[in-house]
């Protein structure tokens, strides 16, 4: 399998600097809130969650980690519209916030993870193409990127640079 989607783009705002994705996807809103946000669902592409985000907090698990669940600030969720949650792993602090918006029968999602430094972009950046390539797939009901796929997208890092 090779990466064939967008790349992110790697931003510099008054805030600081953002990775961010751009997704459009041929399916209502509904469906992609629920790809990213229901449990089993976000199990397909992503990995799992435990506990319950009206707390402001949960405990949330990636595939390809060692399975230790990460305590995770449920910062913002404004169903079916945004999702912004504060992931504090054992290597730091990272911003992630989901914006879906719907026009056309079209849903596209804006993918943003804050970035503590510029060069970030190069390890994080790969990483999170290969998973939105597997929301797509599971939206879709696609071919799903396999973890042994990953040798495809690792090269992508030299490509999320800071322009300029």
Known sequence: MTATTPLGE????ANG?????????????????AAITDP????KWYGTWRGDPSTGHIELRSMEGDGTF???????????????????????RGQVSITLSESDGLTTLVFVHRLAEPYDAG????????????????????TMPQFEDW?????????????G
């Not at 790697?10 to 705002?13: A, F, H, K, L, T």
């Open 17 to 33: 600097i953002r990775l961010e994705f751009v997704r459009t996807f041929p399916d209502p809103i509904d469906r992609v809130w």
């Open 70 to 92: 990460e305590s995770t600030e449920v910062v913002e969720c404004d169903r079916p519209h945004r999702w912004r949650s504060c992931c504090r792993p054992r290597t730091g």
């Open 123 to 142: 390890s994080i950046g790969p990483g999170w193409h290969f998973y939105l390539d597997r929301l797509a797939a599971a939206i879709q009901g696609d």
């Open 151 to 163: 040798s495809s997208y690792e090269p992508l890092g030299s490509d999320y640079q800071l322009p």
């Open 40 to 43: 089993d669902e976000l199990a």
């Open 10 to 13: 790697v931003i510099r705002d």
